[in-house]
């Protein structure tokens, strides 16, 4: 199980204690919490290093500093062993007790079971709309079939989560990601909890953040939209040329400044806004070619039982196929 964690100091037993009851009423003892502290400001670090003194199933991974959720998430699902892999959010949105239930779809032979949300308890009617209509918005740009309303709150199988591993970019949507690697892959219909304790740590920014990178990663039609607009202006630009020589013939000449002021400034904002849709994808390109780790990495703590030992990790009754030793990612670098 991988849990990304921010400033979650409030309801970090919480959440402990819910995921171990979940996961210890099915696997017992054969299975790992990697907890993820994403360069919080608030005690949560402390806190996850007590819960992992406490109990060999915990691993703290403490990264150099904040990176945000979905290189934190991608730091841990490097580093987790075992067949199956359970993402959650740390405020308790999403419900750790459906394991179960996504356990079963997994065993009926799908290898992505993602939590598809019907009902949004406790989220603003803002926030609904708004992650409703860039979810609508990506389907119309993206040709991957990335499905509505969900977010990173899924159970997958080793080989998914291996070729998630094996993707280098580092503007990762990872749901997108993981609708793109494929194989079978199935919603499950839940209501989310509002947050257990603590604020969200995705403002209005970050979510705008989250839709570029999701749309510029999956897609270059935006790119199309530069000749598009080219076109468009073009014929307007023809059609109003045919009425002012209609005007000349009649005698008559078009008045000028007002509307030539107008189509300066019109011309100019749309070159601009072609140019910073080109500027979004070069600066990625730059940011890519860079090559740098995706996250820092500065402490793993395991409990002494644990590290001395490899535990066991469950491996549950279902068929993995080709499944292959995880090799560490190199652009996940462990500092020390
Ligand atoms: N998170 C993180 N790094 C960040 C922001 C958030 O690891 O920079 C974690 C956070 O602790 C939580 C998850 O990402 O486990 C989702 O964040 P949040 O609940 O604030 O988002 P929301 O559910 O409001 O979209
Ligand atoms: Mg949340």
């Not at 987790?80 to 959010?89: A, Y």
């Not at 740590?201 to 530069?226: E, G, Q």
């Not at 109003?240 to 078009?254: A, E, H, K, N």
């Given at each position: 199980?991988?849990?990304?964690?921010?400033?979650?100091?409030?309801?970090?037993?919480?959440l402990?204690?819910?995921?171990t009851?979940?996961?210890?009423?099915?696997f017992?003892?054969?299975?790992?919490?990697?907890?993820?502290?994403?360069?919080?400001?608030?005690?949560?670090?402390?806190?996850?290093?007590?819960?992992?003194?406490?109990?060999?199933?915990?691993?703290?991974?403490?990264?150099?500093?904040?990176?945000?959720?979905?290189?934190?998430?991608?730091?841990?699902?490097?580093?987790?062993?075992?067949?199956?892999?359970?993402?959650?959010?740390?405020?308790?949105?999403?419900?750790?007790?459906?394991?179960?239930?996504?356990?079963?779809?997994?065993?009926?032979?799908?290898?992505?079971?993602?939590?598809q949300?019907?009902?949004?308890?406790?989220?603003?009617?803002?926030k609904?709309?708004t992650?409703?209509?860039?979810?609508?918005?990506?389907?119309?740009?993206?040709?991957?079939?990335?499905p509505?309303?969900?977010?990173?709150?899924?159970?997958?199988?080793r080989?998914?989560?291996?070729?998630?591993?094996?993707?280098?970019?580092?503007?990762?949507?990872?749901?997108?990601?993981?609708?793109?690697?494929?194989?079978?892959?199935?919603?499950?219909?839940?209501?989310?909890?509002?947050?257990?304790?603590?604020?969200?740590?995705?403002?209005?920014?970050?979510?705008?953040?989250?839709?570029v990178?999701a749309?510029?990663?999956?897609?270059?039609?935006?790119?199309?939209?530069?000749?598009?607009?080219?076109?468009?202006?073009?014929?307007?630009?023809?059609?109003?040329?045919?009425?002012?020589?209609w005007?000349?013939?009649?005698?008559?000449?078009?008045?000028?400044?007002?509307?030539?002021?107008?189509?300066?400034?019109?011309?100019?904002?749309?070159?601009?806004?072609?140019?910073g849709?080109?500027?979004?994808?070069?600066?990625r390109?730059?940011?890519?070619?860079?090559?740098?780790?995706?996250?820092?990495?500065?402490?793993?703590?395991?409990?002494?039982?644990?590290?001395?030992?490899?535990?066991?990790?469950?491996?549950?009754?279902?068929?993995?196929?080709a499944?292959?030793?995880?090799?560490?990612?190199?652009?996940?670098?462990?500092a020390?």
């Amino acid at each position: 199980m991988v849990i990304p964690v921010y400033n979650e100091e409030a309801g970090l037993d919480a959440l402990v204690e819910r995921v171990t009851a979940a996961a210890q009423a099915i696997f017992g003892n054969r299975y790992e919490l990697i907890l993820v502290n994403d360069g919080s400001k608030d005690s949560s670090w402390a806190g996850i290093c007590a819960h992992a003194e406490r109990d060999p199933r915990i691993v703290a991974i403490n990264l150099s500093r904040n990176h945000g959720h979905q290189l934190a998430l991608t730091a841990g699902l490097n580093h987790v062993r075992g067949e199956l892999i359970f993402v959650l959010d740390a405020d308790l949105q999403d419900p750790p007790e459906l394991l179960g239930p996504m356990l079963e779809q997994v065993r009926a032979g799908y290898d992505v079971v993602y939590g598809q949300r019907i009902k949004r308890h406790g989220e603003t009617a803002f926030k609904r709309g708004t992650a409703s209509l860039f979810y609508r918005m990506l389907a119309s740009l993206v040709d991957t079939h990335i499905p509505r309303d969900t977010g990173d709150f899924r159970l997958m199988t080793r080989r998914v989560v291996d070729q998630l591993n094996a993707m280098p970019e580092r503007y990762r949507f990872i749901r997108g990601l993981v609708s793109y690697i494929g194989f079978n892959q199935t919603a499950f219909p839940y209501e989310r909890d509002p947050r257990f304790a603590g604020e969200t740590n995705y403002p209005l920014r970050k979510m705008m953040a989250l839709a570029v990178d999701a749309i510029t990663s999956f897609s270059v039609a935006p790119l199309r939209f530069a000749s598009h607009l080219g076109m468009l202006f073009g014929l307007a630009g023809l059609t109003s040329l045919v009425g002012i020589v209609w005007v000349w013939m009649r005698g008559g000449t078009v008045e000028g400044w007002a509307s030539l002021a107008a189509l300066i400034l019109i011309m100019g904002s749309v070159q601009l806004l072609v140019l910073g849709v080109f500027g979004e994808y070069l600066g990625r390109m730059y940011m890519e070619a860079k090559q740098r780790p995706l996250a820092i990495v500065a402490e793993i703590r395991r409990h002494p039982v644990a590290a001395n030992a490899e535990p066991e990790i469950a491996v549950p009754d279902i068929a993995v196929v080709a499944a292959t030793d995880p090799e560490p990612r190199e652009d996940i670098r462990v500092a020390g």
